[in-house]
């Protein structure tokens, strides 16, 4: 593990990052891992002497949109290439993890091919090909974990250093029918809690105030401490001790791990935001059995029930999948009703998507295309309705908004609310970083603007 002071950036760096936001943080681990080797981040491809594409396989096309960007990046560097600069290019993530080899394949002009456990090891690939020449392929699942070699001096964070993501969990044992990161991202490992806290100092020392945890199923939490196994709400109670991190977020969790203890936890411990992300997939017992997801409707819907008993203000959100192989239209209508019962406050919808090597691609009874869009078209457009119905019942009350940078306007400030909503009102710079009490007046397509309570006014 390093701590050296990196050198002044002498190489670009351009990473492009698709996928979901543990591929967001591992961008910004590859990032680190080079930092040291003189490459800083460059806004376009075309100053970049290395283009790392950080890929996502979840659903369909995922190859195709690869080797479309490939073809792009290819141009970039023949270009680089006639005034005398190299380019490397490095495909990264869930597709460089399942389809290395094809890829590199049928790309051979790719100098880098590494899958999600396999980052620490940039420095040695890319010595590897000055030394050498030609490509390196590395979509191990090693034996040591990356964690334990990243360097401790990190990247920079987003949105003016307030707000971070931090991977605790990696990996899935669920093996639901339709997916593939349990092939893409390996087995559950979850990270020690030292490991983690050492990491959220890190980031509430240089500024950060919102932690968002990552893991594919992140409330299976079970990091050692000391020789004893934690769980979730144990590393929350041991996060919400650092001096200045305000709130805290975990994702995606998984219904079946959505244990008393983690309930309890947002009924007692403040630093949670009272927002759930709770991916359910289907209202109908049959494909939920089928998705292999050990649960019912109803204990989903019991499990959201305890929820809002312990913090009544707690806002869900969801995944669903409509289509799934065997699906009927009453289980879509289950999936309706499910949705009709628990209001969401947003969630995301997708179209079943055939992945090579699942289970559920396999089977038969595929759901027409036609079919799938129709149902798609349904439940986008109820989960609309609720999600502008939330959206509106926020409407004259008064939220804490972390305030995270200047606006669009003169004199304006942005900020996030406890349910991730953008937030717009008008006050003084010298408010970015805290949270303040701001009366929410109207709500816009994606966002809500408001005034600053009085209280917050006079403080300025
Ligand atoms: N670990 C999370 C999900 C990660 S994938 C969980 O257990 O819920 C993010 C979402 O993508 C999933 O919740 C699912 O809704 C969707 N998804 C995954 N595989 C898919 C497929 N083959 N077709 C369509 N949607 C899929
Ligand atoms: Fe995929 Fe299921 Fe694992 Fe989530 S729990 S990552 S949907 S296999
Ligand atoms: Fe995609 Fe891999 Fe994340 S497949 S959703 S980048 S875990």
């Known amino acids: 593990m390093s701590n050296q002071p990196s050198p002044t950036p002498t190489r670009g760096l351009h990473v492009i990052t698709w996928g979901c936001q543990m591929n967001v943080y591992d961008s910004a681990r590859m990032s680190d891992v080079l930092r040291p080797l003189g490459y800083g981040p460059v806004e376009r491809p075309e100053d970049a002497d290395m ?40 495909v990264a993530g869930c597709v460089a993890q399942a389809e290395g080899k094809e890829l590199l394949a049928r790309a051979p002009f790719v100098d880098l091919v590494l899958g999600p456990q396999t980052y620490h090891r940039l420095p040695e690939m890319v010595a ?55 092939y893409t991202r390996g087995a559950e490992i979850s ?12 980031l509430v020392a240089s500024g950060v105030k919102e932690i968002t945890l ?22 929350a109670a041991r996060l919400s001790e650092i001096p200045g991190l305000q709130r805290l977020r975990y994702v995606t969790s998984h219904p079946r791990d959505m244990e008393q203890a983690l309930i309890d936890a947002h009924r007692d411990n403040p630093i ?5 992300h709770l991916p359910v997939q289907s209202g109908s017992d049959k494909i939920l059995k089928a998705m292999n997801r050990g649960h019912t409707a109803d204990e989903y819907r019991e499990i959201i029930k305890r929820l809002r008993d312990a913090r009544p203000d707690i806002a ?30 947003s969630a995301y919808s997708f179209k079943y998507s055939q992945r090579p090597g699942t289970p559920a691609a396999g089977q038969p009874f595929q759901v027409a295309e036609d079919v799938k869009e129709q149902r798609l078209q349904k439940l986008q457009s109820l989960l609309r309705e609720q999600q502008d119905s939330f959206n509106a019942s ?24 406890p349910y991730l909503q953008p937030v717009h009102f ?8 805290q949270i303040v009490k701001v009366h929410i007046t109207t709500r816009l397509t994606n966002s809500l603007s408001g005034v600053l309570a009085s209280e917050e006014v006079k403080a300025v």
């Open 51 to 90: 283009i790392i594409l950080n890929t996502c396989h979840i659903r369909e096309r995922a190859a195709e949109k690869v080797f479309s960007e490939l073809g792009r990046l290819r141009k970039i560097r023949e270009a680089r290439q006639e005034d005398g600069k190299q380019t490397l290019i490095a």
């Open 128 to 182: 590897k090909i000055a030394r050498a020449g030609g490509s390196v392929i590395d979509t191990d699942f090693p034996t040591e974990t990356k964690f334990d070699f990243l360097p401790q001096e990190a990247a920079p964070q987003t949105a003016g250093n307030l707000t971070a993501f931090l991977t605790i969990q990696e990996g899935c044992d669920k093996f639901c029918s339709f997916c593939v990161v349990p």
């Open 191 to 202: 990270r020690p809690v030292p490991s983690v806290v050492a990491e959220a100092e890190r």
């Open 214 to 235: 990552l893991g594919q199923n992140v409330n299976a939490y079970h990091g050692d401490w000391n020789g004893h196994t934690t769980s979730l709400p144990e590393l």
């Open 272 to 276: 949670f935001m009272p927002y759930l």
């Open 316 to 345: 869900l959100t969801s995944d669903f999948i409509v289509g799934h192989p065997g699906e009927t239209d009453d289980d879509f209508e289950a999936t309706m009703q499910l949705v009709r019962d628990i209001k969401f406050a």
């Open 394 to 417: 926020l409407v004259g009350t008064t939220q804490d908004i972390l305030v995270t940078g200047t606006g669009r306007k003169t004199g304006q400030l942005n900020g996030r609310s």
């Open 426 to 433: 008008e006050g003084d710079p010298s408010l970015i970083g």
